[in-house]
């Protein structure tokens, strides 16, 4: 079942800075910056891609595959919209097999698996709960038993949750969030590993590790541990041809943003980023493609921000 911990010292009607908007869709917060979407809210997490108004913008049809990961086979957590189904397109269209493991978002996994064999590709979607050790060695043992091998995990699945204080976090929520996002990535590793003879893992961090976003202390934590767990991890399969990195993706339109904030704080995403506007998933696609590829056989143990200049790491 989705979960849905809730900010319970949000003021509805914070506008978060937002002075005004302007007939060429920009909001003015000490600066000027481009709206993405208007206020909206989704009350389960991790959220739901069709319910989203405008959608993200997944694909760039200018981008052709050139076969970087042609016969390669990638397993995907969160692969069912988002960034995740980005990254899922982007992995087809260089050649891949596509394994989406999701949690309940049918809808939009149905489409995302659509969309890649309508380019040709091949699909597996796998839904469960990535919190259980078990669903995890399930996913490493279908994978295998449908595509022969693993050569790419992308750790991306995630949740978070705004609260304004520590003391608005309850037990709960912290374990919640800890499990997600770092417990779920560890065990899916830890499965995957024995069938992996060389490749590349890439683990999705965040910006908020880097510049602490106040309101999202245990999701801020969470990420950090990802971190350490990148580097450590590299460090540890590096003579085993498996190669370890992170993306620290900013402000980007995916469901997880409606599913967080309140509504009031959505025309301001991106708002503090050099570029000025929220990114859409199309946007970071290709950095995962690099890794993932033999373009990044000297690459490991790195964390890769795609921000618009939010933070320069």
Known sequence: MNENFGCKSCNLNDNYGLLYVNECNEGVLGKEYKIKAAPQYQSVQPGMEYLMEPKPIFDNPNYKGSGKLKEKVAII??????????????????????????????VDAEYTKQYIEALGGECLLISGDLKEADFCKMVAKNTVEKFGHIDILVNNAGVQF?????????NEQFDYTMKTNIYSMFYLTKAVLPYMRNGSIINTTSVTTFYGE??????????GAIVGFTRALATNLATKNIRVNAVAPGYFWTALQPSCWMPNKIPTLGADSDMRRCADPYEIAPIYVYLASDDA???????????GGQYKG
Do not use: W
């Open 77 to 106: 957590t969160g692969g069912d919209s988002g960034i995740g189904r980005a990254v899922a397109i982007y992995f087809a269209k260089e050649g891949a097999k596509v394994v989406i493991v999701y949690y309940n978002e049918h």
């Open 162 to 170: 705004q609260q304004k204080k520590l003391e608005d976090i309850s």
């Open 214 to 223: 106040p309101e999202l202390i245990d999701y801020v934590t969470s990420k």
């Open 297 to 307: 056989s000297y690459t490991t143990g790195q964390v890769f921000h795609i921000n």
